[in-house]
């Protein structure tokens, strides 16, 4: 086969396209038509005139060696054999021979030439071109219609020339037909050449030619795969993976063209590839960055919002973290030719591992052949068909096995899945608690799949977009397992038809079958043929085939139910002296001695199995079995089983040993162990029959444990955490020793599960005061991770066990431990009831370190709602406390938010001194992070107040010791500030640096207060370069940020600041609006230098506009308000704002009075303005 597209159309296109010009922008170059450049393009003028080609060589600069190739390729054009046939499927179908086309007007006969045209060389069955043409409703006669349009295809494709390059559909016997090419041209034979010698050319690191091959590749393309064909043809699965291969190329290309600096043609090539995939994220964002770089940022950005809000309209998501990644670079300018120094392309997939949690394989799994082959088939058509998800449902009745399949399966295909495997039990028939919420899941998916904590947005339904995003283009198998209904698992169903799922329920699913469409897949008890497989797999072929009829009984007296047998075999394995008929006899007597059992239900038999194997233990190894089932979560951990046994570890893993060899107990991952849910409820039973002091002893010891280790790892992580105090603890007499930050934090990772469920089951079953103890000292991890589903839970649970019991401390704990989780979701009124509780029930149990906390919280809430003067009364009973106690860490805190306070009320000089002895007892404490946040507070105020050296040297002391500490949170707000105070010395370059460096670190922690402080800063440095529409931008995220999160003191500058733009810029409307808005704001929080600041901007909107009193009177109003609170540079500002209105008034002299003041501030500040001023009183001052 010879390939279409060596044309002179062709070479001009890719030449065009690497050029980054349009048809429109290529024509007016050259002076020719669109219109024939379109012609020449596609290939309806296979002999363009020389002429117009050396016209167009010239526009696309050319060299002479290529014009050449050109022009003969036009000569051999003109002596166009015209027996050659020629085939064109990427897009819309063309046929001919030489340059003479060939009309198949039949719309079937076109529907059906080129699903055969998609596969050259292969056969087309009858029944595929049946779906094609009429569905699942074909007339009587299909047959013979096919067979007559074939005929008619066969007529056209011959039509008498005798062609050495024609091609002939050829019938295969009953089965279907094939396309025999020989000799034709198709363009998709010489698009897959292309592609391969792309590739090989990238393999021998030939980066140049590869690009130039993928491009050439991508010229071929005039549309879609047969555009305009019918929609069954369109959306075959091979029409499908063509498309698809068009991508992975277009890809490539856009990542090498990237890469090398070529964004015009990047940016060209893939601007119409989006219009055909508009919700692709990978496409998006390559393009964004191709725009960008080549200076198109606020087109990139543009495109950024329409993709987004498609997703959102169309798929119910957020975009996923490639598309944010690119938004990102172009937000932060982080693209090469901006001096930026950007990230590759490669980098905005995620870096983290994929995840790998599937349990272990079981060992010597045997049978469900016909199961197997089913889940093959399913995946096997899930690849061919790869436009929607599948789901496979496997059910049936407890113990048949459905996970040990489920499991064996994804073990045999997880080389399929390259971006991992995520498992989950969803304990949807748990005895011992309640199923798992979704939103539990999901966020357990969230960790699994690499996301960091601080960037897991706080709601549920902001988890679940983030969840399907990052699973987007992946190909992950997610087996869900124990689930308990269709309810439960459909939120957990990822949108990327790339993933495969396996659902295990004792429910049918049939609510999920009917709607998700998933297949069903029921597991029956084993055959006797199975039964023996799986015995002798794990007996051994000789010992099984030795007995075969005690076998049989063995497999009778299970039941043929799986876990039974599993139990079963392990005894003979561990016994191979034993005899398979002494074993049958035996269990056969055990069954008549709990003949109660022996009811209908399969499941029911295996408990005669428990009990048989259950009396074959050691007596150290029953009873840790027994003791085992008072663990309430899904599994435990040594550490914790040799607690609950009241011994050491060294002497509980022979016992744990024995219990998984006689397959009672699972280490389903080493060093943690669980029991099936049957086998629990076996053990809870023969737990119930032994003496009550024994199990409520060792429930007591298990809880102890896991309430002190909690508490020792949030110590280590959390040294400054306030909780309750030690005495509140029962005495702990061996602790757990956890060796670091790492320990601590992996310890909490594995546990917080098993953590939940001990605090839900202590609040009802007791031990109660396990349950608010537990939950106090999970409080840091429970925020550090943000699972705030799990927090809510904890929190409850706790509350009700303390107040069961009376208990005030704990009723004090967990009211502080609710409200830091409705703070964390910005419930602002929900978090003071919950404070004002924690101090009441603090004071009556003489807790004072929770007043001064509750009292320190609710002062730091007040000020965020604006509320001043109550957030001042509540820090200063906060501070007293703190200093009776003599917290020093506390202490400085207090103080610090003390003078933060006093700043934001224009008590500036009052802040400073709050702040001095914040820095003082932060330095006396030795803790760091209290340490480098009263510097950054203290070179706030000192920037407010005009002293900008002083102000930077705190900040930078205080940046060195955030990222020493790494402190990422204090290291962004740092560069907030340090980026005004450059901006305000002139440093604009610095100011810009910093600028983006706060946001780049607020984005990554999806912090908004500290993101709309970092948007103004880089926002007044655009205003400050020029770049007001950016100024626009930047201040109105700001201002959308600040409003999400409820600062007030970020949105009233964001207001100011978008004043100010729209002033600069003529548009007085706007700028009054947001004025106005801004001064109202600030006075009615008491923001009294955002109000001077605010009567400066409408004082500047009304000078502009011509209303000179009005701006006097606000310009006035503002100097009296600097004046107060000490905010010397407002001052200087407003003072000039005075001194225009003075001149426009007509007293220049009056003008040059008050600029000379400003110029005195200005130059004592040390600010550039002053010789602005003083070019100003040069030109307006009397003999100067």
């Known amino acids: 086969m010879q390939p279409v597209g060596s044309t002179p159309g062709g070479l001009i296109r890719h030449r065009r396209l690497h050029a980054g010009l349009s048809q429109q922008e290529l024509a007016d170059l050259a002076g020719v038509s669109v219109r024939s450049l379109r012609d020449i393009e596609t290939g309806h003028v296979s002999r363009p005139r020389a002429s117009s080609l050396r016209r167009l060589a010239t526009a696309l600069d050319v060299t002479d060696d290529e014009l050449s190739v050109l022009l003969e390729a036009v000569q051999a054009g003109g002596r166009a054999d015209p027996r050659t046939l020629h085939i064109a499927v990427l897009g819309p179908l063309l046929v001919r021979y030489g340059d003479e086309p060939v009309e198949i007007r039949s719309p079937m006969q076109r529907q059906i030439f080129g699903l055969l045209a998609l596969q050259p060389g292969q056969r087309v069955s009858r029944e595929e071109i049946v779906d094609v043409l009429w569905g699942d409703r074909p007339p009587k006669t299909y047959l013979n219609l096919i067979q007559g349009h074939v005929a008619a295809l066969r007529r056209l494709l011959r039509p008498g020339r005798g062609g050495r390059g024609s091609a002939s559909i050829a019938t295969l016997e009953h089965s279907g037909y094939t396309l025999a090419p020989e000799g034709a041209r198709l363009d998709l034979v010489h698009f897959d050449d292309l592609v391969q010698g792309a590739r090989a050319a990238r393999s021998r690191e030939n980066l140049v030619g590869t690009q130039e091959l993928f491009g050439r590749a991508l010229c071929l393309w005039r549309g879609p795969v047969l555009a305009g064909a019918g929609p069954w043809v369109r959306h075959h699965p091979v029409a499908v993976a063509i498309d698809r291969r068009r991508m992975d190329a277009a890809l490539a290309f856009a990542d090498l063209g990237l890469e090398g600096g070529n964004h015009r043609s990047v940016a060209a090539q893939l601007q119409g590839l989006v219009a055909a995939e508009p919700l692709h994220e990978g496409l998006h964002a390559r393009l964004m960055l191709a725009m960008a770089r080549d200076g198109d940022q606020a087109g990139a950005l543009r495109l950024f919002a329409d993709v987004r809000r498609r997703l959102a309209d169309e798929l119910g998501i957020?975009?996923?973290?490639?598309?944010?990644?690119?938004?990102?670079?172009?937000?932060?300018?982080?693209?090469?030719?901006?001096?930026?120094?950007?990230?590759?392309?490669?980098?905005?997939?995620?870096?983290?591992?994929?995840?790998?949690?599937?349990?272990?394989?079981?060992?010597?799994?045997?049978?469900?052949?016909?199961?197997?082959?089913?889940?093959?088939?399913?995946?096997?058509?899930?690849?061919?068909?790869?436009?929607?998800?599948?789901?496979?449902?496997?059910?049936?009745?407890?113990?048949?096995?459905?996970?040990?399949?489920?499991?064996?399966?994804?073990?045999?295909?997880?080389?399929?899945?390259?971006?991992?495997?995520?498992?989950?039990?969803?304990?949807?028939?748990?005895?011992?608690?309640?199923?798992?919420?979704?939103?539990?899941?999901?966020?357990?998916?969230?960790?699994?799949?690499?996301?960091?904590?601080?960037?897991?947005?706080?709601?549920?339904?902001?988890?679940?977009?983030?969840?399907?995003?990052?699973?987007?283009?992946?190909?992950?198998?997610?087996?869900?397992?124990?689930?308990?209904?269709?309810?439960?698992?459909?939120?957990?169903?990822?949108?990327?038809?790339?993933?495969?799922?396996?659902?295990?329920?004792?429910?049918?699913?049939?609510?999920?079958?009917?709607?998700?469409?998933?297949?069903?897949?029921?597991?029956?008890l084993l055959s006797a043929a199975e039964g023996r497989e799986l015995l002798a797999r794990r007996l051994g072929a000789e010992r099984a085939d030795a007995e075969p009829g005690a076998v049989d009984e063995l497999i009778a007296q299970c039941s043929r139910l799986p876990l039974a047998l599993a139990i079963v075999t392990a005894r003979a394995v561990t016994n191979p002296r034993f005899s398979l008929a002494a074993m049958a006899d035996e269990l056969r007597e055990a069954g008549n001695r709990l003949d109660a059992f022996s009811g209908g239900d399969p499941a029911t038999h295996v408990r005669t199995v428990f009990s048989w194997s259950y009396r074959t233990l050691s007596g150290e190894a029953a009873r840790l079995f027994r003791l085992l089932s008072i663990n309430p979560g899904p599994d435990i951990g040594v550490g914790a089983v040799a607690r609950l046994a009241g011994t050491s570890e060294t002497r509980v893993r022979p016992l744990l040993a024995e219990l998984c060899r006689a397959n009672l107990l699972t280490e389903h991952v080493v060093g943690r162990f669980a029991f099936h849910d049957l086998l629990r409820l076996y053990a809870a039973e023969r737990n119930r029959e032994e003496d009550d002091d024994e199990r409520t002893a060792a429930a007591q010891r298990l809880y102890d444990h896991y309430a002190h280790t909690t508490r020792a790892a949030s110590r280590l992580l959390y040294p400054n955490l306030i909780m309750l105090p030690q005495r509140a603890l029962p005495a702990d007499p061996a602790p757990v020793a956890l060796d670091g930050h790492a320990s601590a934090l992996a310890w909490l990772d594995?546990?917080?599960?098993?953590?939940?469920?001990?605090?839900?089951?202590?609040?009802?079953?007791?031990?109660?005061?396990?349950?608010?103890?537990?939950?106090?000292?999970?409080?840091?991890?429970?925020?550090?991770?943000?699972?705030?589903?799990?927090?809510?839970?904890?929190?409850?649970?706790?509350?009700?066990?303390?107040?069961?019991?009376?208990?005030?401390?704990?009723?004090?704990?967990?009211?502080?431990?609710?409200?830091?989780?409705?703070?964390?979701?910005?419930?602002?009124?929900?978090?003071?009831?919950?404070?004002?509780?924690?101090?009441?029930?603090?004071?009556?149990?003489?807790?004072?370190?929770?007043?001064?906390?509750?009292?320190?919280?609710?002062?730091?809430?007040?000020?965020?709602?604006?509320?001043?003067?109550?957030?001042?009364?509540?820090?200063?009973?906060?501070?007293?406390?703190?200093?009776?106690?003599?917290?020093?860490?506390?202490?400085?805190?207090?103080?610090?938010?003390?003078?933060?306070?006093?700043?934001?009320?224009?008590?500036?000089?009052?802040?400073?001194?709050?702040?001095?002895?914040?820095?003082?007892?932060?330095?006396?404490?030795?803790?760091?992070?209290?340490?480098?946040?009263?510097?950054?507070?203290?070179?706030?105020?000192?920037?407010?107040?005009?002293?900008?050296?002083?102000?930077?040297?705190?900040?930078?002391?205080?940046?060195?010791?955030?990222?020493?500490?790494?402190?990422?949170?204090?290291?962004?707000?740092?560069?907030?500030?340090?980026?005004?105070?450059?901006?305000?010395?002139?440093?604009?370059?610095?100011?810009?640096?910093?600028?983006?460096?706060?946001?780049?670190?607020?984005?990554?922690?999806?912090?908004?207060?500290?993101?709309?402080?970092?948007?103004?800063?880089?926002?007044?440095?655009?205003?400050?370069?020029?770049?007001?529409?950016?100024?626009?931008?930047?201040?109105?995220?700001?201002?959308?940020?600040?409003?999400?999160?409820?600062?007030?003191?970020?949105?009233?500058?964001?207001?100011?600041?978008?004043?100010?733009?729209?002033?600069?810029?003529?548009?007085?409307?706007?700028?009054?609006?947001?004025?106005?808005?801004?001064?109202?704001?600030?006075?009615?929080?008491?923001?009294?230098?955002?109000?001077?600041?605010?009567?400066?901007?409408?004082?500047?909107?009304?000078?502009?506009?011509?209303?000179?009193?009005?701006?006097?009177?606000?310009?006035?109003?503002?100097?009296?308000?600097?004046?107060?609170?000490?905010?010397?540079?407002?001052?200087?500002?407003?003072?000039?704002?005075?001194?225009?209105?003075?001149?426009?008034?007509?007293?220049?002299?009056?003008?040059?009075e008050h600029w000379r003041e400003a110029l005195t501030l200005f130059a004592d500040i040390g600010t550039p303005e002053a010789d602005r001023v003083h070019a100003l009183i040069g030109e307006y001052g009397p003999g100067e």
């Open 318 to 524: 957020e975009p996923g973290h490639e598309l944010r990644a690119a938004h990102l670079q172009v937000l932060r300018q982080r693209l090469p030719g901006l001096g930026s120094g950007g990230e590759d392309v490669a980098q905005l997939a995620p870096s983290a591992e994929p995840p790998r949690q599937l349990p272990l394989d079981a060992r010597g799994f045997g049978g469900r052949l016909s199961e197997l082959a089913r889940l093959d088939a399913l995946l096997a058509t899930a690849a061919e068909h790869p436009s929607a998800l599948t789901v496979a449902a496997l059910s049936g009745t407890a113990g048949v096995g459905k996970t040990t399949l489920a499991v064996h399966w994804a073990h045999r295909v997880r080389d399929r899945f390259p971006d991992g495997q995520i498992y989950v039990n969803l304990r949807g028939f748990d005895a011992t608690g309640p199923a798992m919420e979704p939103a539990e899941a999901i966020r357990s998916f969230l960790d699994a799949l690499g996301v960091p904590p601080e960037r897991i947005p706080e709601t549920s339904e902001a988890q679940k977009g983030l969840y399907r995003s990052l699973l987007t283009g992946r190909r992950i198998l997610l087996v869900l397992d124990n689930a308990r209904d269709a309810e439960q698992v459909r939120p957990l169903l990822p949108g990327a038809p790339t993933c495969f799922v396996v659902v295990t329920s004792r429910d049918q699913l049939s609510g999920l079958v009917a709607i998700e469409g998933a297949y069903p897949l029921t597991l029956d």
């Open 750 to 1152: 594995v546990e917080h599960v098993n953590l939940v469920a001990a605090i839900t089951h202590a609040a009802e079953h007791g031990p109660r005061p396990a349950a608010w103890l537990i939950a106090d000292g999970l409080r840091g991890y429970l925020a550090r991770r943000r699972h705030s589903v799990h927090w809510f839970t904890v929190a409850e649970a706790g509350m009700s066990a303390a107040l069961a019991e009376g208990d005030l401390l704990g009723q004090a704990a967990l009211h502080l431990s609710t409200a830091h989780a409705h703070n964390n979701l910005a419930h602002d009124h929900e978090v003071i009831g919950h404070l004002r509780q924690v101090v009441e029930l603090a004071d009556k149990a003489g807790w004072a370190e929770g007043r001064a906390v509750g009292l320190g919280n609710i002062g730091s809430v007040y000020s965020d709602l604006g509320r001043l003067e109550d957030a001042h009364v509540n820090l200063l009973r906060a501070l007293g406390l703190w200093e009776q106690i003599g917290a020093a860490h506390s202490s400085a805190i207090t103080l610090n938010n003390l003078g933060n306070l006093d700043r934001v009320r224009g008590r500036l000089r009052e802040a400073t001194g709050y702040l001095g002895r914040a820095l003082e007892t932060s330095r006396q404490s030795g803790v760091r992070t209290g340490l480098s946040s009263a510097l950054e507070s203290l070179g706030q105020a000192c920037h407010d107040l005009g002293r900008l050296t002083v102000g930077a040297e705190h900040l930078r002391e205080a940046l060195r010791l955030a990222r020493r500490i790494g402190d990422n949170a204090g290291e962004a707000k740092a560069l907030s500030t340090l980026s005004r105070i450059d901006l305000d010395v002139g440093r604009l370059s610095e100011a810009l640096d910093a600028a983006r460096s706060a946001l780049r670190l607020s984005e990554e922690l999806m912090h908004r207060q500290k993101e709309s402080a970092a948007c103004n800063a880089l926002a007044a440095c655009c205003h400050r370069l020029g770049r007001h529409q950016d100024a626009i931008a930047y201040f109105s995220r700001a201002l959308r940020l600040a409003q999400e999160a409820g600062v007030r003191y970020e949105e009233t500058e964001a207001l100011i600041g978008l004043s100010t733009v729209h002033t600069h810029l003529g548009a007085h409307p706007k700028a009054a609006a947001h004025a106005r808005d801004a001064l109202a704001l600030a006075q009615k929080a008491g923001f009294r230098v955002r109000e001077g600041q605010a009567l400066t901007a409408l004082a500047e909107v009304c000078l502009g506009r011509g209303d000179i009193d009005e701006a006097a009177d606000h310009a006035t109003h503002a100097i009296r308000l600097h004046r107060e609170t000490g905010h010397r540079l407002g001052e200087a500002r407003a003072l000039m704002v005075l001194g225009h209105a003075l001149l426009r008034r007509g007293g220049p002299g009056v003008a040059v």
